[in-house]
């Protein structure tokens, strides 16, 4: 910030200025639909809501952001007027402030630690940033930068999650050649084929994936690497360097009895064929839900509150999310569990899935449980549920979903040589993303686990910073 801009910030007069909360879609149309929660902003109101932030020069906001945003520098210039040149701000650190302004949690970063929300409301730093974002989109979309000249690298790329496409995109800005491998039929990873409309419209990866084709860079769809072909082939196909940006997309299962009955879906299997075209999915996935009266939820973080609210979607006329602990240990964002309240869900806390019932035909027609109460924390920090003896009761249901975290595929560590896992069975890597195996680099939820989009993101810039030293090493090795 400017000197002169520092003297022309008045804080006493900034914080009277009220919150301005986004409109939202009214919760009994919204069930109806899948479109976005959030109406967005107008110009006016975006600036307003700018002009909240103090402009506090130790801008704890930047400190909480894992990628480092300058947020007072953006919301100044929107403030001012100048939206792209705040669209430029953001960019300049975050490959995707459409999405991350859509579905960071903002409450755990940026605004839990902004000064003005020690006084009042947080300013609204995620829906500012996705304002300004779409206002980019909508003015034209991002300038396609003067590449620099060929490096003659290639680099494959598996997954195109968020990891996957922040890496091509650095790569292809620093010009190494990239191709991305991705299993699904299109592309986006847990942003497509997870993560529901009503929480971010799909136009946003389509946006991301035209930019990458204007950089040139080259797409794959429908092949599974380590399967249809391994890492070492892909060296032998002459890559000089592959990342690995596979997720952790294996759901974990529930293991009591009666898990394979008719009606019990995985999430993601229940996430995509509710809420995706039939041509966006495999053969296999292609016929729509069809989601009985009572739908029971098994699980309490984030895609347990995106899998009730599509069963709502899906027309569902009971859904309830079913959680072995309390709303206070529960991992997702608390605006989502709100969401889910105000569109009806009905949340069952402290309560143990032990056993699944089947009625006809194999199909399940209810779930047994056991109430728990809170004991001593566990290794998460969070106080584990003690089942209680004797209060076993039936919930019925005709749909039900386990939705209790993720977990890093094997087939990568069955069909690489070398490449090291984790002790959580992720990839092991340095700080920088290196793995195990010379020329193999991985970020995001595949070393991580099952975490956070903008994580992945700050992870892959990293990699892809790595990546890039490693090329750059091998060439003038060869020179
Ligand atoms: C339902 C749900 C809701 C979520 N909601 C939020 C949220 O609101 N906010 C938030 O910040 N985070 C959320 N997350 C977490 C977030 O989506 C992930 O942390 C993030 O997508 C990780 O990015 P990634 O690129 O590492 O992996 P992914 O997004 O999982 O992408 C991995 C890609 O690799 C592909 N792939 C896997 N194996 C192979 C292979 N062998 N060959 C080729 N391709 C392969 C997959 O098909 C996929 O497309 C949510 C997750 C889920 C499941």
Not at 130 to 154: C, N, S, V, Y
Not at 272 to 290: D, G, M, S, Y
Request: with cysteine.
């Amino acid at each position: 910030m400017t000197e002169t801009t520092e003297t022309k910030i008045d804080r006493k007069a900034r914080l009277k200025i009220p919150f301005q909360p986004v409109p939202k879609q009214d919760p009994k149309e919204r069930v109806k639909n899948w479109d976005e929660v959030y109406l967005g902003y107008d110009l006016a109101t975006a600036k307003l809501e700018a002009t909240r932030c103090i402009q506090c020069p130790a801008a704890p906001c930047i400190k909480a952001c894992p990628l480092d945003n300058d947020i007072p520098g953006a919301l100044l210039k929107l403030e001012e007027g100048d939206v792209l040149g705040a669209a430029e701000v953001f960019r300049s650190t975050n490959p995707a402030p459409d999405m991350c302004g859509r579905l960071c949690p903002q409450e755990a970063l940026c605004e839990g630690d902004c000064v003005v929300g020690k006084v009042a409301i947080p300013v609204a730093i995620g829906k500012l940033e996705a304002f300004i974002a779409d206002q980019q989109q909508a003015m034209g979309g991002r300038p396609i930068p003067q590449l620099p000249p060929p490096t003659g690298r290639r680099v494959a790329i598996v997954g195109s999650g968020p990891a996957g496409l922040a890496v091509a995109e650095q790569l292809a800005l620093l010009g190494h050649g990239v191709k991305l491998f991705e299993a699904w039929p299109r592309p986006g990873g847990v942003l497509r084929y997870g993560i529901p409309g009503f929480k971010m419209d799909k136009r946003h990866i389509d946006d991301q994936v035209d930019y990458l084709h204007q950089l040139g860079v080259q797409f794959v769809f429908n092949v599974r690497v380590g399967y249809d072909v391994t890492i070492d082939e892909l060296f032998d196909q002459g890559f000089d360097a592959v990342f690995l940006g596979q997720g952790a997309g294996q759901g974990n299962r529930l293991n009591v009895p009666g898990q394979d009955l008719e009606g019990i879906y995985m999430a993601t299997e229940f996430l995509v064929r509710a809420n995706l075209p039939p041509e966006e999915l495999p053969n296999h996935l292609r016929k729509p839900i069809e989601t009985g009266k009572r739908v029971v939820v098994i699980g309490g973080g984030d895609t347990a509150m995106d899998c009730v609210r599509s069963a709502l979607r899906t027309g569902a006329g009971e859904v309830v999310c079913a959680y072995r602990r309390t709303e206070a240990e529960m991992g997702g964002r608390q605006e989502e569990r709100q969401h889910a309240h105000e569109e009806g869900v009905l949340f069952h806390y402290l309560t143990i899935p032990i056993r699944f019932v089947a009625g006809d035909n194999d199909c399940v027609q209810a779930v047994r449980f056991q109430r728990a109460e809170l004991g001593e924390p566990d290794e998460s920090g969070r106080r584990k549920p003690v089942p209680v003896i004797g209060s076993e009761f039936e919930l019925e249901a005709d749909t039900v979903v386990i939705a209790i975290g993720y977990k890093v595929e094997k087939l990568l560590f069955q069909t690489t040589p070398d490449l090291e896992a984790s002790d959580g069975g992720a990839v092991a890597t340095d700080e920088s993303g290196q793995s195990s195996r010379s020329g193999v680099f991985a970020a995001g939820d595949s070393v991580r686990g099952a975490d956070l989009v903008v994580t992945a993101l700050a992870d892959a810039k990293r990699a892809a910073a790595a990546i890039d030293r490693y090329l750059r090493q091998m060439k003038s090795a060869a020179a």
